[in-house]
C-alpha cells in the first residue's frame, strides 16, 4: 500500500455537516492526490499538491477544500456535505514525477 | 479536455478464455497510458507505456500502445478467476503530474 493510510474507512453523515478525510503517508513523497470513484465516471481527481502548502484543483474541485500543513498529511474537507458527494474517495501519492501512482484503500462517505 | 475512454464496460468469459481491453484517448502534450487493476480496494498498477509499439508483459497479462492512432489494448490470456477486477486505463500529459481516468471495464471470468 505504499505507506498510504486513509482514515475514516467509512463515514455516514447528513447533509449539511462538515466532514474532513485524512490521508496520512509514512515516505515523505512529495506529490498526493485526492480522487472520487462513481459508479460509470472512473475516477475522478478532486485535488492535489505538490508540496507543503502547495495545491491544485482537479477537474471535480466544488464542494472541496484541502490543506496539506505537513508533508505527510493531505486533508480533503467537505465544508457542508450534500448527497451528491457520497462516493468512494481515494488518496494517492507519487514517489517522483515520473513514476505511477500508489492508492491508499479509500474512504466510502455517504451523506443521507 | 482530456478525454479517456475504455470498451467495453463490462465483459463476462469463461475461465481459459482470452481478452482485450481497449483504452482510447485525447489528451494535449501526451506523456504516458497506465493500467491499473481493482479489485476490492485499492487499484494496483500494472503497466506503464510512453512508446508506441512496444509491449509491455507481466506473467499472462501484455499491453500495447499505439500514439499514432491513440489507443491501448489490455490483453489477458488463459484468464483465471483471480483476474475479476475493474481495468482502470488512465494518461498523463506532459508537465501535468496528474492521470485523468476512463471509466474503467469491468472483467468478470466465470469458472
Known amino acids: 500500500d505504499a505507506g498510504i493510510t486513509q482514515s475514516p474507512r467509512h463515514k455516514v453523515t447528513e447533509t449539511g455537516t462538515p466532514v474532513t478525510l485524512r490521508c496520512h503517508q509514512t515516505?515523505?513523497?512529495?506529490?498526493m492526490y485526492w480522487y472520487r470513484q462513481d459508479p460509470g465516471h472512473g475516477l475522478r481527481l478532486i485535488h492535489y499538491?505538490?508540496?507543503?502548502?502547495?495545491?491544485d484543483k482537479g477537474e471535480v474541485s466544488d464542494g472541496y477544500s484541502v490543506s496539506r500543513s505537513k508533508t505527510e498529511d493531505f486533508l480533503l474537507t467537505l465544508e457542508s456535505a450534500t448527497s451528491s458527494q457520497t462516493s468512494v474517495y481515494f488518496c494517492?501519492?507519487?514517489?517522483?514525477?515520473?513514476?505511477?501512482?500508489?492508492f491508499g484503500n479509500g474512504t466510502r462517505l455517504t451523506v443521507t | 479536455e482530456d478525454k479517456v475512454v475504455q470498451s467495453p464496460l463490462s465483459l463476462v468469459v469463461h475461465e481459459g478464455d482470452t481478452v482485450t481491453l481497449n483504452c482510447s484517448y485525447e489528451v494535449t502534450n501526451f506523456r504516458s497510458l497506465l493500467w491499473y487493476k481493482q479489485e476490492k480496494k485499492a487499484p494496483t498498477f500494472l503497466f506503464m507505456l510512453?512508446?508506441?509499439?512496444i509491449e509491455k508483459k507481466s506473467g499472462r497479462l501484455s499491453s500495447i500502445l499505439d500514439k499514432k492512432e491513440l489507443f491501448s489494448i489490455l490483453n489477458i490470456t488463459a484468464t483465471q478467476t483471480g483476474d475479476s477486477a475493474i481495468y482502470l486505463c488512465?494518461?498523463?500529459?506532459?508537465?501535468?503530474?496528474?492521470?485523468?481516468f476512463g471509466q474503467g471495464t469491468r472483467l468478470t471470468i466465470n469458472p
Open positions: 494517492a501519492i507519487s514517489v517522483t514525477n515520473n513514476s505511477p501512482l500508489h
Open positions: 499538491s505538490y508540496g507543503v502548502k502547495d495545491t
Open positions: 510512453t512508446s508506441s509499439g
Open positions: 488512465a494518461v498523463e500529459r506532459e508537465g501535468a503530474q496528474k492521470l485523468v
Open positions: 515516505e515523505n513523497h512529495r506529490y
